[in-house]
């Protein structure tokens, strides 16, 4: 009796043996299964998630970027992509801007002054509420050529709080007002990872010309890769706000699509080559 319980326990110690496993291999075999062919991770991703990511992946091409160059103008022009961007806001004219941009699907990206974002914070949530990309314009719009090397951080560190005490985070992109730039100004954006953002299309709205004219001169002008310069504050922009739904027209009717600056740098960068914009450096 002894002997036959004896052999009994082994068979049972054999097949916990074989068993165990088998069924841990069924257990991932059927989990893999259950997830299908397309990623799970993705899958459980929020719509929150999904931003963050992209935002990250963004940030890195910004990174990368800055690795051989200090600024952008425009892309290679490889993808049939373009950048809206506005300068001198948050304004008055911004909300209808806005408007605009969200009844067509637009993407934009909006260079703020410090000084204007104090007195509008609400029109800053509600810029990047919407998606759209926002980079430093100075605080008080300054030619930071005419600055020292001082007064020119004090420019993009107050400009950043301002942006901060608003209720955004975004600190990527610079533009300098009026294109004025020194070698202080470059080493500050190195120091901060600040991107100066160019632009190879000027749009010249501060000039006020004709809506038709200026959507007419734009498109014209633009082509893959392009960096459009607008304004949506700083003076009267109502012939910007006219122009701009026969501007978005016009770029989908050429198969452009409109971006935000940081998905331009990550889906087109800008070439290792492009030389400095001549007579922009100004002692
Ligand atoms: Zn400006």
Known sequence: MRHEEARRRALKRRAI????????????????????GSS????????????????????????????????????????????LTFDDGPSEYTDRVLRILRRTNTPATFLVIGSMVRER??????IVRQGQAVGNHTDSHPAMGTLDAVSQSREVDDQ???????????????RPPYRSF????????AERKLLMVLWSVDTSDYESPDPREMAHDV????????IILMHDGGGDRTATVRALPDIIKGLKRRHLKP?????LVLDDPPPRDQGMPEGTLKG
């Open 259 to 263: 971006v935000t600056v940081p998905r």
């Open 182 to 189: 020194d070698e202080s100004t470059l080493e500050l954006l």
């Open 160 to 174: 950043e709080r301002a942006v901060k005490e608003a209720g955004a985070r975004e600190r990527r992109l610079f």
């Open 40 to 83: 799970g991770t993705e899958e459980k991703e929020t719509p929150a998630q999904l931003v963050a990511r992209q935002r990250a992946r963004e940030n890195r091409a910004i990174d990368r970027v800055l690795g051989y160059t200090t600024f952008i103008k425009s892309g290679k022009g490889r993808k049939r992509e373009v950048a």
């Open 219 to 226: 498109l014209n002008q633009v082509e893959p890769g392009s």
């Open 121 to 126: 914070q609400g029109t800053l949530r509600k």
């Open 17 to 36: 043996l074989i068993g165990v496993p088998v069924a841990l291999l069924a257990f991932v075999v059927g989990a893999k299964l259950l997830r299908g």
